[in-house]
């Protein structure tokens, strides 16, 4: 995607290669744009591109209401995730 070229290239010397720097270049540059900019985004992506995104998003989503809920393996579970 183009625009991760962009800031890749507008980033790369103050990069350490540690997953925090990626989390907050992006996270600064969201916040930055209005709701009509990031569909534009979203409309430059092919269809893996937003296939990957909108999974990414859903997965993190669901982990994260099975933490809020409480759900995790069962009791009787062995650690191949078979009931024993």
């Known amino acids: 995607m183009r625009f991760v070229d962009d800031l890749y290239a507008l980033y790369k010397d103050q990069l350490t290669g540690d997953d925090e720097d990626a989390v907050m270049i992006v996270s600064g540059v ?9 569909l534009e985004l979203v409309s430059q992506l092919d269809r893996d591109e937003l296939f990957q995104m909108v999974g990414r998003y859903l997965i993190d989503q669901l982990r994260e209401k099975m933490n809020r809920e409480g759900v995790g393996p069962h009791p009787m579970s062995g650690f ?5």
């Open 30 to 38: 969201l916040q930055e744009l209005s709701r009509a900019e990031l």
């Open 80 to 84: 191949d995730g078979e009931v024993h």
